[in-house]
């Protein structure tokens, strides 16, 4: 999240106020994704201040930068009245890979609200992430997991709402929202905003996994996965220019659901933390290299995946 200029941040943070102001409230994400120029993306925005975490950026308030953002009185309440809590969760988030060396790091905590309304016809699915202070690659140095998204699964055939909220106060907002699985990576220039449909496939990230340079056209594309809903941040214990935010604001996903108990619907990989590769690591030398961290999460009823497993299986590493 590379610092600009006070003066430049503040013009910036002026000129989309200006277009955000009275936009509060959970969103409609769409299954058929959203008309941008040059084609449609799976993508809509919200907080668009301070480039992805590039810049200087600005937390919503109710009166600007608001776009997709509700604000609760605490991270325990629904974001939409005629919502009760009904469970919640804290779960670790584990990172095993070739970067650990084969062994367990506890990078970070995961946590879970579901809250449903009087009518048991709809529940709110919120999640957040806090990363910890623990190095999880076998190089010199300390390195540090940087969640810049959270995918999560279940959404398949379900019209939904979403947004995000800065609870507790020192949390990194939500840039983008998208039904998609693909997380696109974003660096300081050069990159998509609402990256188009026409990949192709799904990976898990799709990007330039190597710095410097500069990702291609393709590289910056993301297709429909109506099944998953993606959430862009920026989240790290110690980022590489030294505006560090630990832990992510709440994220929301509105959808039908019935009177089961949510814990009879929670599933190993329904949900994904990613490391996209927006920067080197927070040494300033040791590669941010694409990974992807599955953890166990609640899903809407209506999702049954074959045989209890969430696909697409986690790729682990890259």
């Known amino acids: 999240m590379k610092l600009i200029t006070l003066k430049l941040a503040v013009i910036s943070a002026l000129g989309i106020a ?5 936009a509060t409230g959970l969103v409609s994400l769409p299954a058929t994704g959203v008309s941008v120029s040059g084609g449609t993306s799976a993508y809509i925005l919200c ?3 301070g480039n992805f975490g590039s810049g200087f950026v600005t937390k919503p308030t109710t009166s600007a930068n608001n776009v997709c953002a509700v604000f609760p009185a605490n991270e325990s309440t629904s974001p939409e009245s005629g919502f009760s809590l009904v469970t919640s969760a804290t779960r ?4 095993n ?3 650990t060396g084969g062994v ?7 946590t879970e609200y579901v809250w449903r309304n009087d009518a048991e016809t709809e ?4 999640l957040k992430i806090q990363n910890h202070n623990i190095d999880y690659h076998t190089a010199a140095g300390n390195q540090y997991f940087e969640v810049n998204d959270i995918a999560r699964a279940g959404f398949s055939g379900l019209t939904i709402s979403v947004g995000y909220s800065t609870i507790p106060t020192v949390s990194e907002p939500v840039y983008r929202i998208g039904r998609t699985f693909t997380s696109v990576q974003h660096r300081s220039s050069g990159y998509a905003s609402q990256p188009l449909t026409g990949l192709g496939s799904s990976p898990s990230i799709n990007g330039l996994n190597s710095y410097p340079g500069t990702a291609s056209a393709s590289q910056q594309l993301a297709d429909i996965n109506t099944n998953w809903v993606n959430f862009t941040t920026d989240v790290n214990f110690l980022d590489d220019d030294g505006s560090t935010v630990i832990a992510s604001g709440m994220t929301y996903v509105k959808a039908a659901c019935n009177s089961d108990d ?3 619907h929670e599933y190993n990989n329904a949900i994904r933390l990613r490391q996209t590769f927006q920067e080197l690591a ?3 030398v040791t590669a941010n290299s694409f990974i992807e961290v599955p953890v166990r999460g609640f899903v809407p009823p209506s999702y049954v995946p074959a045989g209890g497993i969430v696909t697409p299986a986690p790729t682990s590493p890259f």
Do not use: F, H, R, W
Request: negative net charge.
């Open 92 to 95: 670790n988030a584990v990172m």
């Open 18 to 22: 200006s277009s955000q102001v009275l």
């Open 282 to 284: 927070g040494d300033g």
């Open 97 to 99: 890979n070739t970067y």
């Open 262 to 264: 949510p814990e009879d």
């Open 123 to 126: 529940c709110i699915y919120g």
């Open 104 to 110: 367990n790091k506890t990078v970070g905590q995961v």
């Open 47 to 49: 907080n668009t201040t």
